[in-house]
């Protein structure tokens, strides 16, 4: 059986409980179970660094599956679009330069958004 192995992070060298993230990625890089590795739920904008942070201390496939951007407020409860977010059209390219093999979305992710991702993996498949 296998799995893929996904971190939420607090910053792109942190778990969310403060567990360093090269650390917990090579914890588990020898693990045969273990398919991918990577994070998820977190900013867009905090993908390309945790890349570069998983990078060296795993030989597994890098997954990513930020947010899409919006801003959640905790107080009413609701997410707000940021008109000031990347898209993912602009980020992915970088994420596949970076070295993420499969890449998805997590919250507020919308079917638009994931045609983003495939656009950019077929461009840089062509070229």
């Known amino acids: 059986m296998f799995a893929w192995l996904s971190f939420s992070v607090s910053d792109p060298e942190h778990l969310c409980d403060g567990t360093p993230l090269a650390e917990a990625v090579a914890y588990f890089n020898d693990n045969p179970q273990i398919s991918a590795i ?15 942070t998983i990078v060296p201390n ?4 890098i997954i990513v599956y930020p947010n899409n951007g919006d801003i959640y407020d905790p107080k009413t409860k609701t997410w707000e ?5 990347a898209t993912f059209a602009d980020l992915t390219p970088k994420w596949l330069a970076a070295g993420a093999k499969i890449i998805g979305g997590c919250c507020r992710t919308t ?17």
């Open 38 to 52: 990577g994070v998820n739920c977190t900013s867009m904008n905090n993908i390309e660094a945790t890349i570069k």
């Open 58 to 61: 795993t030989d597994k496939p």
């Open 81 to 85: 679009p940021n008109p000031q977010s």
């Open 111 to 127: 079917p638009g958004d994931i045609e983003q991702v495939a656009d950019a993996v077929n461009a840089k498949n062509l070229s």
